[in-house]
């Protein structure tokens, strides 16, 4: 048998090209040749393919042991299936609300500072520069986080970390070297000058793994109240000075505060070398500056000369370039930094300008009065009792308990949603803030693209809001059982969404946990909001600071704690239309951390894929700015620049809104009983849990 023959072999090539490196020679040793001088028996040759088939046995076992161990590290973390689309439905993840101050008492909000060498903070400073998450926080605010770490020494075999607790410290590591397993299983080996534990200090959170010392190890740590009140003061401060700087400029004095502040939060830092030319005469600009740092030097050019003539000095909070806002765009004198440590501006350009101002004569609020309308449902079910509801099956599980569908007795022409809620895991988990605001929230609304509450009740164990039943089910399981929808679907859905946030935000309301699984759909096939457990009504102006909604899902100035409104809201809404196009959201980790890391490097870092047309790219792209103030729907023409995107265009909007569109999925409801629409779920095998007496809820 020639060595052609043997490789040409299915069973003995494949046998070959295992054992590196390849050589069909060898295999020849294996078999009888007639032309060979050495006959080998039959036995031998069976003999040594069995000695090289149990060698490929125990290199199966090994890969496979292999496979086992990082399979068991990654799936619990991953809700997709191996086409990348979700099968699991997401789960929503909050703070503790803050208890707001204002910016004088963050001022004098102080924290111990702990003497460190030189070497310590260079350390602590690379170390969060190195870090995929906390590298995005600003300079000075890694100053005053490398200042507040306090050390702390954990000697050799101790958990500094363990799995399942919950935890509310960020450590740097000094000296010393630590192992991170999960579930028992090695994960990594960490040295000097690393940071871990940081999920802890965006939200109250059980630890994903265990850390634990293998020498002697001393380390710095920060505290989540500290660090979110440091992230909380620097951009509350860092808002006011910006605003008093606008209010001294005349072409913004009798703008609003809601304006100014959008306007601060656009400005841009930009800093220049002394010497210098910020601007120069004659030159065309559309950028108006505001000093924030350092020393200017104003000059003009004299005619038929070359001589610069000096005009004067500007220094902080002085701004020039006022014109090129209204469009005198050629430059009248130089601008020239005048500061050895440089020269800092505050930036913003007539596009971004003219996208944030309206005249103000144009700026009205819409008002409604749906008092009436919400006067006559509250009278209609003032009389219900809790004692007057019938169990008929569940709906739904959540975080705090379970939704059932429940008819009145002797009422069987309709059914309702009872949302039961546990009072102690409120409790335990901070929730009561925002249990309190949903009900505030959605006892008010009263919008055809939300579900409406009719009434709550409460006793000793729990918490009941009884609401409109959808039972055409919710739309991430038609998405999970279709796995994608095509453009004009997306369409559809995403309008009823944006309908549901022009009745919010013109209440100035933030919903912040907009996903497939809060989308409910009627009996007609038009999608409801649902679960306003972290909606939050805002003061016009101003921002809200707690983390909350679901890791897929969240903006990023919620990640980096800088403060969010209602653009957060419009994050979302690229996002959902991205999953409900393609089946999975455009940001995706293994875990919530590593979420949060491929959301800071932005949509721009997103591969599209084809399913997605150029148009519906577009939009979600500009829904989904870094920069809060210049995403679609928070600027000058507030939501209706979504509505007039060209991804809408022929889009039935008043069909929409007075329900004669016909959907592009009608559901099959058969009666008021039909749950079929929903996933089946276990009867609750739980304990009652012990009762909450302590009066949080007296206005529930």
């Known amino acids: 048998m020639t060595p052609e023959k043997v490789e040409s072999l299915p069973f003995f090539s494949h046998l070959l090209y295992e054992n590196n ?107 969060i520069l190195e870090n995929d998450f906390m590298k995005n926080l600003e300079i000075v605010q890694i100053r005053e986080i490398t200042d ?46 690393k940071v871990f534990g940081e999920l802890a200090i965006l939200y109250n959170c059980t630890r994903t793994a265990t850390v634990k010392a293998l020498t002697d190890c001393t380390l710095w740590a920060i505290e989540r109240q500290c660090f979110q009140t440091i992230m909380m003061r620097t951009a509350l401060m860092r808002q006011a000075e910006y605003t008093d700087f606008l209010k001294s400029v005349p072409t913004f004095r009798k703008l609003n505060e809601e304006t100014l502040i959008k306007i601060a939060d656009v400005l841009e830092e930009t800093t220049y070398n002394q010497g210098d030319y910020i601007i120069r005469q004659g030159a065309r600009g559309d950028t108006f500056f505001i000093i924030s740092k350092g020393e200017v030097r104003v ?60 005249n103000i004569d144009e700026i009205k609020t819409k008002r409604y009065d749906e008092a009436p309308a919400r006067k006559r449902i509250n009278e209609q079910f003032s009389n219900i009792k809790l004692t007057d509801l019938r169990v008929v099956s569940t709906l739904g599980v959540g975080g705090f308990g379970r939704v059932e569908l429940v008819q009145i007795a002797n009422d069987p022409s309709r059914s309702f949603a ?86 919010l935000h013109e209440r100035n309301i933030i919903y912040r946990d907009l996903k497939p699984e809060n989308m409910l759909l009627d009996c007609k096939g038009y999608v409801k909001l649902v679960d306003f457990g972290f909606a939050k009504k805002l003061n016009n102006g101003h921002k809200t600071w707690t983390f909350c909604g679901t890791p897929e899902y969240v903006a990023p100035e919620v990640i980096l704690n800088r403060g969010h409104d209602i653009s957060a809201d419009y994050w979302s809404l690229g996002v959902l239309m991205f999953e409900l196009l393609t089946g999975t959201p455009p940001f995706t980790g293994p875990d919530p951390m590593r979420t949060y ?98 009066g949080w809820d007296v206005e529930f």
């Not at 954990?154 to 590591?173: A, C, H, N, Q, R």
């Not at 430059?331 to 005048?338: C, E, G, Y």
């Not at 959605?442 to 009884?466: G, Q």
């Open 299 to 358: 000059t003009m050019k004299l005619p038929d000369s070359d001589e610069e003539k000096f005009i004067r000095k500007l220094h902080r909070g002085d701004f020039f370039g006022e014109k090129a806002l209204q469009g005198e765009d050629v430059r009248t004198a130089n601008i020239i930094a005048n500061d050895r440590d440089g020269v800092t501006c505050l930036v913003i350009d007539r596009e971004s300008f003219n996208q944030l101002i309206s």
């Open 21 to 127: 490196p390849p050589n069909p020679k060898r295999m020849m040793d294996f078999i009888e040749d007639p032309i060979s001088e050495v006959v080998r028996t039959q036995e031998e040759m069976i003999r040594k393919l069995r000695e090289l088939l149990m060698e490929k046995e125990e290199e199966i076992m090994r890969l496979k042991s292999l496979v086992d161990k990082y399979k068991s590290v990654l799936v619990p973390y991953n809700r997709c299936s191996g086409n990348g689309r979700r099968k699991v439905r997401a789960q929503g993840i909050s703070a503790e609300p803050h208890s707001l101050k204002n910016i004088q008492e963050l001022i004098q909000t102080t924290f111990p500072e702990y003497p460190k060498s030189v070497r310590s903070k260079e350390l602590i400073k690379k170390a």
């Open 597 to 694: 890391n491929v959301i800071l490097k932005g949509i721009d870092a997103v591969d599209f894929p084809r399913c997605i047309t150029r148009n519906a790219a577009a939009l979600i792209k500009k829904l989904c700015r870094d920069n809060p103030t210049e995403r679609l729907g928070y600027q000058k023409g507030g939501i209706k620049d979504i509505q007039k995107h060209k991804w809408f265009d022929g889009f039935n909007w008043e069909g929409l809104r007075n329900r004669t569109l016909t959907p592009p999925i009608l559901p099959l409801v058969q009666n008021v009983l039909d749950t079929s629409n929903f996933d089946p779920y276990p009867p609750e095998t739980e304990g009652p849990p012990r009762d909450d007496d302590t």
């Open 148 to 193: 507040c770490m306090y050390p702390v020494i954990y000697p050799k075999d101790s958990l500094i970390i363990k799995e399942g607790d919950v935890g509310s410290i960020v450590f740097v590591l000094e000296e010393g070297k630590v192992e991170v397993t999960k579930g028992g299983r090695l994960l990594c080996h960490l040295g000097i000058g």
């Open 418 to 503: 009872l949302k039961v809620m546990r009072k102690a895991q409120i409790v335990e988990t901070r929730q009561q803030q925002h249990i309190m605001s949903e009900k505030r929230i959605m006892e008010e609304t009263n919008c055809d693209f939300i579900v409406k509450l009719y009434k709550t009740f409460k006793d000793r164990k729990f918490l009941y809001m009884l609401m409109e039943a959808c039972l055409g089910g919710e739309l991430w399981t038609i998405l999970r059982d279709r796995g994608i929808f095509d453009d004009m679907t997306t369409r559809f859905y995403t309008g009823c969404v944006v309908e549901a946030f022009d009745y």
